[in-house]
T-cell receptor, first 117, second 114 residues
Framework: AQKITQTQPGMFVQEKEAVTLDCTYDTSDPSYGLFWYKQPSSGEMIFLIYQGSYDQQNATEGRYSLNFQKARKSANLVISASQLGDSAMYFC??????????????FGTGTRLQVTL | NAGVTQTPKFQVLKTGQSMTLQCAQDMNHNSMYWYRQDPGMGLRLIYYSASEGTTDKGEVPNGYNVSRLNKREFSLRLESAAPSQTSVYFCASIKQVYSNQPQHFGDGTRLSIL
């Protein structure tokens, strides 16, 4: 079974609009962390936002926020006021505490976001 | 601060050739990782080193070897390259586990095997 599922291969959004990128996860570990990374066309991986399984509030970082629904095992990324520079591939990833000192990440297959004028 | 540095950035090999991808970090991080990225498949873990002196297999280790040369450096070796190893390779590092710290990634190495 896939540990991280991103069901939207591609998304379009108009500039200045908000967009939600979906991520669902599968784990039996009570302690885990969820990460979102952005990969622009230049190829580098840029960390955006983190949500811990025990965090009481949804994470926010500037225009990025996480809609974390623990019971549904979803951690959707919300980008507000989209900009042309937001056009990129976005990856959701999970780290389970059971991986111990390895601190390994499991990635989803990504969503390609295109921001249009 | 350079962060995570990967060399080379691009490489073309012939089938059967060998190659070592280099990775170095200057952030005093303890754990280092090698991933490969293929279209439609996200990033998959090849090998990792939880601390200096240790290495372990990840999800897709076949055809690769690694060396944690010291705390800073973690290399990935392809002994006999195959076309299936054509991919973009990323090195990453993290200082502390059990935390909310993200892995820091290098800019990647684009490897083509003919």
């Amino acid at each position: 079974a896939q540990k991280i599922t991103q069901t939207q291969p591609g998304m379009f959004v108009q500039e200045k609009e908000a967009v939600t990128l979906d991520c669902t996860y599968d784990t039996s570990d009570p302690s885990y962390g969820l990460f979102w990374y952005k990969q622009p066309s230049s190829g580098e991986m840029i960390f955006l936002i983190y949500q811990g399984s025990y965090d009481q509030q949804n994470a926010t970082e500037g225009r990025y926020s996480l809609n974390f629904q623990k019971a549904r095992k979803s951690a959707n990324l919300v980008i507000s006021a989209s900009q042309l520079g937001d056009s990129a591939m976005y990856f959701c990833a999970m780290r389970e505490a059971s991986t111990g000192t390895a601190s390994k990440l499991t990635f989803g297959t990504g969503t390609r976001l295109q921001v249009t004028l | 601060n350079a962060g995570v540095t990967q060399t080379p950035k691009f490489q073309v090999l012939k089938t059967g050739q060998s190659m070592t991808l280099q990775c170095a970090q200057d952030m005093n991080h303890n754990s280092m990782y090698w991933y490969r990225q293929d279209p439609g498949m996200g990033l998959r873990l090849i090998y990792y080193s939880a601390s200096e002196g240790t290495t372990d297999k990840g999800e897709v280790p076949n055809g690769y070897n690694v060396s944690r040369l010291n705390k800073r450096e973690f290399s990935l070796r392809l002994e006999s390259a195959a076309p299936s190893q054509t991919s973009v390779y990323f090195c990453a590092s993290i200082k502390q586990v059990y935390s909310n710290q993200p892995q820091h990634f290098g800019d990647g190495t684009r490897l083509s095997i003919l």
